[in-house]
């Protein structure tokens, strides 16, 4: 969400808002499409079985696809957590810094030393290190102390925490809209068609989407709803939600600031209050500095490693222990030493194209027109297969 604005202001404010409608559209229909090409998994009409993500991809399109799913949807939640993991951990650092005046990390380029920053520099990096790269900083080591407790939950456990973190977002959207009054309204910050609009479509778009890329979470999502709970205006009524708060964040941040391309907004908020503002709005920049990444970004994360243990366990590719190595401990290791630099930028736009497009709107789409020939006679028996399935 904080690196939303600076999209508004590169490509002004008509062209994102009209990607997150349609994104947001055709988000909700991948989810509806997976949810009925469920109903016809056999003995599953009404979602009596835990049928996850790539078991639906082994009924209907057979093993060869199988294991390209996996690939595809490991590459998907893992690429939403690694860029989630950087996210948490530079606002770790920049709440670190505000606290103590200085945060510290063990540098590798372009020196190799225990290195220390006591203010946030003007990058365009959402990290207080700027373009340097380092192993690991304070503000790592405190967001390994947050999620470490988080990764043994399950989906239900996740429940409480995620209404949680709904709420705390609604008061940090509504902060912000203050902070914007605060700092003066300029509406030429945000044309309706920006200047930098001939390079901002493909950053738009693959924030965007990486933004609503929450179908292949639907599966388990299902398996673990209330039989009561309305499924269309639950998907419905998120998406809106959602699609809101960006929009009224992007709009927000990008009247009251001149922001650098990948800015992230946290930090642009304790750069400007730290000059101009008075100290109870110092106070309030700290706060949700410290709780953002608490409550937005490191709830989120556990989700997608339950999901892709699930998926391994489930289709005995590999064991409990290996699953727990492969959905939670692999991510982590990759993000050390890209938790600062540009990287994350050019890694969500990216990987948003292939592999969250791909997993998250063109896969659900396949799924559901595949679903009248699933009946047709295959060269190979995928119900044999299926019942070394652990779908119980």
């Given at each position: 969400?904080?690196?939303?604005?600076?999209?508004?202001?590169?490509?002004?404010?008509?062209?994102?808002?009209?990607?997150?409608?349609?994104?947001?559209?055709?988000?909700?229909?991948?989810?509806?499409?997976?949810?009925?090409?469920?109903?016809?998994?056999?003995?599953?009409?009404?979602?009596?079985?835990?049928?996850?993500?790539?078991?639906?991809?082994?009924?209907?399109?057979?093993?060869?696809?199988?294991?390209?799913?996996?690939?595809?949807?490991?590459?998907?939640?893992?690429?939403?957590?690694?860029?989630?993991?950087?996210?948490?951990?530079?606002?770790?650092?920049?709440?670190?810094?505000?606290?103590?005046?200085?945060?510290?990390?063990?540098?590798?380029?372009?020196?190799?030393?225990?290195?220390?920053?006591?203010?946030?520099?003007?990058?365009?990096?959402?990290s207080p290190f700027g373009s340097e790269y380092y192993l690991i900083t304070a503000g790592g080591s405190l967001f390994f102390c947050f999620i470490a407790p988080l990764m043994t939950l399950n989906l239900d456990d996740n429940m409480i925490i995620q209404w949680i973190s709904l709420m705390y977002m609604v008061f940090v959207v509504f902060c912000w809209i203050i902070m914007m009054f605060v700092a003066g309204v300029n509406p030429s910050l945000m044309p309706i068609i920006g200047a930098k609009f001939a390079y901002a479509p493909t950053a738009v778009i693959g924030q965007v989407m990486f933004n609503f890329t929450f179908a292949n979470t639907i599966p388990s999502?299902?398996?673990?709803?209330?039989?009561?709970?309305?499924?269309?205006?639950?998907?419905?009524?998120?998406?809106?939600?959602?699609?809101?708060?960006?929009?009224?964040?992007?709009?927000?941040?990008?009247?009251?600031?001149?922001?650098?391309?990948?800015?992230?907004?946290?930090?642009?908020?304790?750069?400007?209050?730290?000059?101009?503002?008075?100290?109870?709005?110092?106070?309030?920049?700290?706060?949700?500095?410290?709780?953002?990444?608490?409550?937005?970004?490191?709830?989120?994360?556990?989700?997608?490693?339950?999901?892709?243990?699930?998926?391994?366990?489930?289709?005995?590719?590999?064991?409990?222990?290996?699953?727990?190595?492969?959905?939670?401990?692999?991510?982590?290791?990759?993000?050390?030493?890209?938790?600062?630099?540009?990287?994350?930028?050019?890694?969500?736009?990216?990987?948003?194209?292939?592999?969250?497009?791909?997993?998250?709107?063109?896969?659900?789409?396949?799924?559901?027109?595949?679903?009248?020939?699933?009946?047709?006679?295959?060269?190979?028996?995928?119900?044999?297969?299926?019942?070394?399935?652990?779908?119980?």
């Open positions: 969400v904080p690196l939303v604005p600076s999209l508004f202001q590169e490509a002004g404010w008509l062209f994102p808002i009209i990607i997150f409608v349609v994104v947001g559209w055709l988000s909700g229909m991948a989810c509806l499409f997976l949810i009925e090409s469920m109903t016809y998994f056999p003995g599953n009409r009404n979602f009596e079985r835990n049928i996850e993500f790539t078991v639906l991809v082994h009924h209907f399109y057979g093993k060869r696809w199988y294991y390209l799913t996996h690939v595809i949807l490991y590459g998907s939640l893992q690429s939403f957590n690694i860029s989630s993991i950087i996210s948490a951990i530079q606002s770790f650092d920049v709440f670190v810094l505000a606290v103590f005046g200085q945060t510290c990390g063990i540098r590798i380029y372009p020196q190799q030393d225990i290195h220390c920053v006591s203010e946030v520099g003007a990058s365009a990096s959402g999502w299902i398996n673990t709803k209330h039989p009561r709970v309305s499924i269309h205006k639950c998907i419905w009524v998120s998406i809106g939600v959602a699609a809101g708060f960006y929009i009224i964040t992007g709009i927000s941040g990008a009247m009251a600031f001149n922001l650098p391309s990948g800015a992230n907004l946290m930090k642009v908020h304790t750069i400007y209050f730290k000059e101009h503002g008075s100290d109870n709005m110092k106070r309030l920049v700290n706060f949700i500095t410290l709780t953002y990444p608490i409550l937005c970004l490191i709830t989120s994360i556990p989700v997608a490693f339950i999901i892709i243990r699930l998926n391994l366990i489930m289709s005995r590719l590999c064991s409990k222990d290996w699953a727990t190595f492969f959905g939670s401990i692999l991510p982590i290791l990759v993000c050390l030493p890209l938790q600062t630099g540009h990287f994350m930028v050019t890694f969500t736009n990216w990987s948003s194209l292939f592999f969250q497009s791909m997993c998250n709107f063109m896969a659900p789409l396949l799924i559901y027109i595949f679903l009248d020939k699933r009946n047709t006679v295959m060269t190979e028996s995928v119900i044999d297969e299926l019942e070394n399935l652990d779908l119980d």
